[in-house]
C-alpha cells in the first residue's frame, strides 16, 4: 500500500462531527499530495464559504492529526480553500493551536462540548437505524430491547455505534445493551416506540442534512466523486 | 391563486426578498464576503429545477419588473418581503427596508413589508425600530442571527441586549419575529444553530410575539420539532424545506414533511419561497400535488389533505398577518362558521 493510499486512508477515519460521515465520502477532500519525502498536503473544500467555523475547524484539525500519525510521513499542511474564515482556521491549524486561538475574544471555551453534543446526535442516529433494522428482520420491542452489544450483526452502523460509545465513556463491552439511552442505560420494551420516533428524527436530520451539503458541495465544485479525492 | 381538481388555494408567500447583490453594491474590502453570499445563494438555487436555474448576474440583481411575474404572474396572492441587512457586506443592505418599501408603490395591495432588528446596535437600533414601525406600520421582522457587525458574528435571542427588542415589539404589536438561524454565532465554539434561545423565548412572550423559524430550523430540524411541538407560538417556516429538498432529494422532502406534520402539526407550517433563491411557481405546484406515498416506510406519518394545503399555502399566515381571505378560499366548515372566520385586515 503506497504512502499516498495510507493518507487517503487515514483521511477515512476523519468524520465530520456535525453529520457523522468520513470527510472522503463527503467529497470535502479537494486534492490530497504526498511527496517522495513524506510531505503531505491537503486541501479541504466545503459546500458552502459560511460553512460553521467550529465544524469546520475541527475537521482540519483532526485531517491533520489523522495524517501525522503515519509514521512515513515528515510534515502535514492542510489548508482550508474558500472559507469565509479560511485565513484565521489555516493560520491556527498550521501552528497546531487550538479553535479558541484563531478567534480571540470570540469563544468561550473549547470545542469539547461541541463535539460531544453532535457525538450523541450521532449516536442516537445510528442506533434509530441499528433498531429498525431489528424490527424489521421480525424482531419485537421486548426482544430487541433484551440484545446485547454482542448479539448485533456486523452493519457499518452498528460498528460506528460501538465506537461512538467508546468515544463518550458510554458502557459498550459485548454484555451491555445492544440500544441505550443517554445515560447509558438499557431501554425498555413500553420506552422503545416513543424512543425510537425521536431517534429516526434524529438520524433523518443528520442524514438530509447530509444530502443537501452533498448537492451543494456538487453544484459549487461540479462533480466530487469519491474517486477524484485521491487525484 | 391556484386551483386545483375543483379547490381554491389563496396563496400566501410569507418569506421572499428583492436584494442587491450586484458588484455595485459590495462594501470596498468586503467583497470576499458580499461575492460568496451571493454565490452562495445562487449554489442553494441549484438544487431546484434546471429550467428554473437564472444567470449569476441575473441573480445578483433584478427588477421590479420581474419580481411582479416571477411572484404575482406565478399566482402568488400575498408576500411577506422579509428584510435583512449584511451592510458590513454590501453597501445599501442586501434588502434594507427602504430597498423593499420601493415595492410597496406598485403592489402595496400584496406586500407586506417586514423589518429587522440587531441587539448589538443598542439604543440606536431601537430608536430605528420605532421609526420604521411608524413609517411602515410593521407586523413582524426578520432576525438573522449570524449577522455580523463590528467584529461580532451573531447573537442569541436570549442575549439580554436582545429583551428590549423584543418588550419593543410586544409593545408596538409587530408579532411576528422570523428567526433565521446562520452558521455563526457568539461564542463561536457553540453550534450557532441551536434553537434553545428560540424556546426560551417563546415562552416568555407567549400570547405576545410569535416566532415563525424559518428553514424550520435546519440543519437542526430535530431540535426544532421537539421544541416547536411544545411551544404554541412557535411555526414552522418552509421557506429551504421545498426549495432545497423537494425537486432535489424528494424521499427526504417526504419524510421531513412527515415529521413535520407529526410534530408541529399543518396549523403551525407556514409556505415560504424564499424568492429569488427559488421562484414560487414550481413550489406551490409542487406542494399542489404533492402527497405522502402510500408505502411502508411513510406508514408513520400524517396525511397532509387538500384543507391541510390550504392552511399551509396560504391561510396559516394570512391568520398570522391578519389578512383576510375571501370566502372562496377558505375551509368549508371555516367559512360557514361566522365564528371560526380568520381576524380582520389592520
Known sequence: MSLKSRVIAALGTVYDPELDEPITTLGFVGSCVVTAEGDVSVRLRLPTPQCAPNFAYLMAADARSAVRRLPEVRGVTVVLEDHYTGAEINAAIGRGEEFASAFPGETAGDLDALRELFQRKALLARQARVCQRLLDDGATPETVVARRVADLPDTPDAVRVAALRAALGLPHDGDAPALIAGDGAGLTAADLPMWLRRAKLVSLSLEANGGMCRDLLRVRYGNTDEEEVAS | ?346
Open chain 2, 1 to 346: 391563486m391556484y386551483e386545483k381538481d375543483g379547490e381554491k388555494y389563496y396563496i400566501f408567500d410569507s418569506h421572499l426578498h428583492f436584494w442587491d447583490a450586484s458588484p455595485d453594491n459590495w462594501v470596498k474590502g468586503a467583497e470576499e464576503y458580499a461575492k460568496g453570499w451571493i454565490e452562495c445563494f445562487h449554489a442553494y438555487q441549484g438544487l431546484g429545477p434546471a429550467d428554473t436555474h437564472w444567470s449569476l448576474e441575473h441573480f445578483q440583481k433584478y427588477s421590479v419588473e420581474d419580481f411582479e411575474k416571477d411572484v404575482f404572474g406565478a399566482g402568488v396572492d400575498k408576500a411577506v418581503l422579509q428584510s435583512t441587512y449584511l451592510k458590513e457586506w454590501y453597501t445599501n443592505g442586501f434588502n434594507d427596508i427602504d430597498q423593499n418599501a420601493s415595492l410597496l408603490d406598485r403592489f402595496g395591495d400584496r406586500l407586506i413589508l417586514n423589518g429587522r432588528w440587531d441587539p448589538r446596535e443598542g439604543t440606536a437600533g431601537l430608536e430605528q425600530l420605532e421609526k420604521d414601525h411608524a413609517q411602515y406600520g410593521l407586523k413582524g421582522c426578520k432576525l438573522y442571527t449570524a449577522e455580523w457587525y463590528k467584529g461580532s458574528r451573531g447573537w442569541k435571542l436570549t442575549d439580554p441586549e436582545a429583551i428590549p427588542f423584543l418588550d419593543k415589539c410586544a409593545e408596538l404589536g409587530i408579532k411576528n419575529m422570523h428567526v433565521h438561524k446562520g452558521p455563526t454565532i457568539w461564542p463561536l465554539d457553540k453550534d450557532a444553530f441551536d434553537v434553545s434561545d428560540v424556546d426560551h423565548v417563546a415562552t416568555d412572550y407567549n400570547g405576545k410575539l410569535n416566532f415563525i423559524v424559518e428553514h424550520v430550523g435546519l440543519p437542526r430540524i430535530e431540535d426544532f420539532c421537539f421544541m416547536a411541538t411544545q411551544e404554541p407560538n412557535v411555526y414552522a417556516g418552509l421557506s429551504v424545506v421545498v426549495g432545497g429538498l423537494m425537486h432535489a432529494r424528494p424521499q427526504f422532502f417526504n419524510k421531513v414533511m412527515g415529521e413535520l406534520l407529526f410534530w408541529v402539526g399543518e396549523d403551525k407550517m407556514t409556505f415560504g419561497s424564499d424568492y429569488a433563491i427559488w421562484e414560487p411557481k414550481w413550489q406551490i405546484e409542487g406542494l399542489l400535488n404533492w402527497e405522502m406515498p402510500d408505502d411502508l416506510a411513510y406508514s408513520d406519518y400524517p396525511r397532509l389533505d387538500a384543507n391541510g394545503k390550504r392552511k399551509i399555502l396560504g391561510l396559516n399566515a394570512a391568520k398570522l398577518y391578519d389578512v383576510e381571505v375571501p370566502q372562496e378560499f377558505r375551509i368549508p366548515e371555516e367559512a360557514a362558521d361566522p365564528a371560526a372566520a380568520v381576524g380582520v385586515e389592520g
